[in-house]
């Protein structure tokens, strides 16, 4: 069965400034992966998905992340964060020939001015 | 375009009790998937529906049931209701069976007292 790490519960970071949320997985097959934003008391919201081709992925709101597959990796990065950036982050993973999410347990990224 | 709508928001029940939880998917999609998200947690699959077929099944007890209509809505059914199933229940469509991809609601809030 496949699983999802999140190596960071919080990340605190000022605003303007970069920041990585790390993500291992681990799966004997191959997988798609995601990340999801979901702000105070609403769902979850698509950021952006791996699912072939380009290693790089770019998403919404200036996020992009790498897929690497010799580290089971898929970090998520932002340039320059906002406040509004304030949320909390999951990384998830889904077999190719799955039918459903494997969920972190979620980084909460706190953007200060 | 509407999105995944869920009723109700949000609900409180008491312990032994039932409840029912609805979701309508996205226009043309055909899958639908529910989800728990426990405080501090990342979501949990409970059940995965396609053409009113169940597709999957998370590791959740035989309390909890779902079915899904011929216009593609569903509904999640938890019978006698512990203080534990307290949550935000999300349900996801999709095109298909295995994605990829999901659009999540906006959840549904269950308190039980």
């Known amino acids: 069965a496949q699983s999802v790490t999140q190596l960071d519960s919080q990340v605190p970071v000022f605003e303007e400034a970069p920041v990585e949320l790390r993500c291992n997985y681990s799966?004997?097959?191959?997988?798609?992966l995601f990340w999801y934003v979901q702000y105070p008391n609403q769902g979850l919201q698509l950021l952006l998905k791996y699912l072939s081709g380009s290693t790089l992925v770019k998403g919404i709101n200036g996020f992009e992340a790498e897929f690497n597959k010799s580290q089971t990796s898929f970090h998520l990065r932002k340039p320059s964060v906002h406040i509004s950036d304030t949320a909390e982050y999951f990384c998830?993973?889904?077999?190719?020939?799955?039918?459903?999410?494997?969920f972190g347990k979620g980084t909460s990224l706190l953007v200060t001015p | 375009d509407a999105g995944v709508t869920q009723s109700p928001t949000h609900l409180i029940k008491t312990r032994g009790q039932h409840v029912t939880l609805r979701c309508s998917p996205i226009s043309g999609h055909k899958s639908v998937s529910w989800y728990q998200q426990v405080l501090g947690q990342g979501p949990q699959f409970i059940f995965q529906?396609?053409?009113?077929?169940?597709?999957g099944r998370g590791n959740f007890p035989d309390r909890f049931s779902a079915r899904q209509f011929p216009n593609y809505s569903s509904e999640l059914n938890v019978n006698a209701l512990l203080l534990g199933d307290s949550a935000l229940y999300l349900c996801a469509s999709s095109l298909g069976p295995g994605g990829p991809g999901y659009t999540f609601g906006s959840g549904t809030r269950l308190t039980v007292v």
């Open positions: 998830a993973v889904d077999l190719v020939s799955g039918y459903a999410l494997n």
């Open positions: 799966s004997s097959v191959s997988v798609y």
């Open positions: 529906y396609y053409e009113k077929e169940e597709r």
